[in-house]
């Protein structure tokens, strides 16, 4: 476990943040010892620390190096996030509306435009139809109606054929794979979706939020958020004790905007330790 003293000038940058403990809302400053946990980068008391049971964001890693403030509102950059759930979901990318979103366009695989003349994208189908005709015009003439007939039964079906099993590779791209999901992040003003080997994320602003469920499922939590419009989207997470759900409800409730938030299927032991959000809290009800 790493831990830093907060002292000044050194950490003048930090002070000027007006940084409080998440959990227990004190002032952080000078003189405080504190830690950071390596994963949304919070700075918690030392004592809290401890008390978390030396876990956060479903981890107990804290960083060694105190981390560098940065302007981030010049770079648009969003602050650390107040508790990042892990996650193993794989979601594909056109058949989930959560892609859907105004800001989400970099999840669309690109789409080539097929810009060739008419001509040179049947020509093939061209070719044997004109052929076709030809042939059908001098079996006429020839009188041999049943060749006429077999002729183009078969030039149909060599189009057909054509058409079914060779595709320009100018014009077709390859299935769009699925994206593995990584973390949920949550922030003050929405919930972040984050993917490996992606560095974007998708974003749910909270007013497109009706309500979260956290659903316990045997060994661990569901995270279900619902869109207005009944839209859901659920995914699997690495939550499996009533610790980490805790932490999470403290992020969850300094949401800028109140969020109706379901705890489901708790074991009973487990909702008399979490009792306490339902009754500081009018939109967080345990079942």
């Known amino acids: 476990m790493h831990t830093h003293i907060i002292q000044s000038p050194r950490h003048q940058a930090f002070l000027n943040e007006n940084r409080s403990d998440p959990i227990t809302g004190d002032d952080i400053k000078e003189g405080d010892k504190i830690v950071f946990c390596a994963v949304c980068k919070s700075a918690f008391l030392y004592d809290t620390w401890l008390y978390l049971g030396k876990t956060h964001c479903n981890q107990s890693e804290t960083l060694g190096k105190f981390p560098v403030s ?54 093939f189908s061209i070719w044997v139809l004109g052929m076709s005709a030809v042939l059908v015009v001098l079996t006429i003439i020839l009188e041999i109606a049943p060749l006429s007939l077999g002729i183009t039964f078969c030039a149909i079906m060599s189009i057909g054929i054509k058409n079914m ?27 972040a979706i984050r993917f490996k080997e992606v560095k974007k994320e998708v974003r749910i602003i909270l007013k497109s939020i009706l309500a979260i469920n956290l659903i316990y499922t045997n060994s661990s939590y569901l995270f279900q958020i619902v869109k207005k419009g009944n839209k859901t989207h659920e995914f699997s997470t690495s939550l499996d004790n009533v610790t980490q759900i805790n932490q999470l409800l403290h992020s969850l409730a300094q949401f800028d905007e109140k969020v109706n938030i379901f705890v489901r299927n708790l074991p009973y032991e487990d909702r008399i330790k979490l009792r306490k959000w339902e009754a500081e809290n009018e939109n967080i009800l345990l079942y």
């Open 70 to 123: 940065e302007k981030l509102e010049i770079q648009g950059v969003t602050k650390p996030p107040l508790y990042v759930i892990k996650c193993n979901d794989k979601v594909g990318v056109f058949s989930d509306e959560l892609f859907a979103e105004a800001n989400n366009h970099f999840m669309n695989e690109p789409v080539l435009k097929d810009e060739r003349s008419f001509y040179k994208k049947n020509s």
């Open 165 to 191: 099993f060779y595709k320009d590779k100018k014009i077709f791209v390859a299935a769009p794979k699925k994206k593995e999901i990584e973390s949920i992040q949550i922030h003050q003003k929405h919930i």
